[in-house]
């Protein structure tokens, strides 16, 4: 890609400036200590109120800097679009393991935090099943904190709601819950942790949980479908557990059409805006809706799903970021809820 375009053909299409070793250059300079559990907004803002400690000239070299560092890493996360678990079958049901552990995780370079994981990564794995499946999750928690998890806009017998107290016991450092129903309602819905969540969810604990119609004509078909969890606060903004220059783009072909399956697992509303492209707008939380609705910037508020399809009808590099702009560039350059999606000729 950036052969064919080049590097000044990029940041002119990019449109919204670039660079961010600005959480990293943040942290670096101690504003902020790896995994001090403030939100990163803080100290951006901080950093943007601050008198000017930068030419004009270092302020466009940090930009710069931060393109280069996402152009040089395309490619170099495999898991950030796709980290599906697959299932092992015992009989007819399907079985995912799942072990909660506390890691290290970092979100853009140099930037680490204590993390609390579904199996070491951030979002956890993507379990992905059919409408009437029988679902079992086998849940080891090996973290220093008890947990729980509940599966968000999934229809479940109460005893599987996943809160502490109040449908189970929380699962206690070293034991293991296991959790087992049919797979009722088709969607995009999502698993995450229901005990001392505020904590638990904003450091890692959160997934996509996804259950396929069996009646696939309900849904558009696309060529590709992309997972977008946003989260905020405790590991700073990102985009599948990476702030950018970090995160990934996604990559289309002219004319194809991709699904976008937006989930909000932090604590603000984040309104995504693409570049270039209108968003087609078709379920929400889950359900199809009764008319499908054009947008530019779709606001997504905590515990919300959105399914969008994109027609790329448009070539070219286009930006794609959270418009809270504190969520996404600083005097350092863009960071957080950013990426790009590539439509190639
Ligand atoms: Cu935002």
Redesign the pocket.
């Known amino acids: 890609m950036s052969n064919r375009i080049g590097r000044r053909g990029f940041l002119k299409m990019l449109g919204i400036g670039a660079g961010s070793v600005g959480a990293a250059a943040i942290v670096n300079k101690g504003v902020m200590s790896p995994g001090q559990a403030a939100p990163l907004s803080d100290a951006h803002l901080a950093a943007a109120r601050a008198p000017l400690a930068q030419t004009s000239e270092e302020m466009d070299r940090l930009h710069d800097e931060g393109v280069k560092i996402f152009l040089d890493y395309i490619g170099k996360d495999p898991t950030f679009w796709n980290n599906r678990l697959e299932p092992e079958m015992d009989g007819d049901v399907k079985v995912f393991n799942i072990t909660c552990q506390d890691v290290q995780w970092e979100t853009a370079p140099g930037t680490a935090f204590p993390a609390m994981t579904y199996n070491g990564i951030v979002p956890g794995p993507e379990i992905r099943v059919t409408e009437g499946d029988q679902v079992r999750v086998v849940v080891k928690n090996e973290m220093a904190q008890s947990t729980s998890i509940h599966w968000h806009g999934v229809i479940v017998p109460n005893s599987m709601d996943g809160v502490p107290y109040v449908t189970q016991p929380p699962i206690k450092t070293g034991e293991t819950f296991v959790y087992e129903f049919v797979a009722k309602n088709p969607g995009s819905h999502m698993y995450h942790s229901h005990h001392n969540a505020a904590e638990q969810v904003s450091s890692g604990m959160l997934a996509p949980f996804i259950v396929e119609p069996k009646d696939k004509s309900r849904e558009p078909a696309v060529d590709a479908d992309y997972n977008l969890i ?1 989260n ?1 606060t405790t590991l700073g ?1 990102t985009l599948n557990g990476k702030s950018f220059p970090y995160t990934q783009p996604i990559i289309a072909k002219l004319g194809q059409k991709i699904r976008i399956r937006y989930m909000n697992e932090g604590f ?4 995504m805006h693409l570049h270039g492209i209108p968003q087609l707008v078709f379920a929400k939380d889950g359900w199809n809706l009764p008319v499908p609705y054009m947008v530019d910037t779709l606001n997504i508020a905590p515990g919300e799903r959105y399914d969008v399809l994109v027609d790329c009808t448009e070539p070219g590099l286009w930006a794609f970021h ?3 702009l504190t ?2 560039e600083s005097r350092h350059g863009m960071f ?2 950013v990426t790009v999606l590539v439509v190639q000729e």
């Open positions: 946003l905020d903004f603000m509303i984040h309104p959270c418009h809270i969520h996404a957080g809820m």
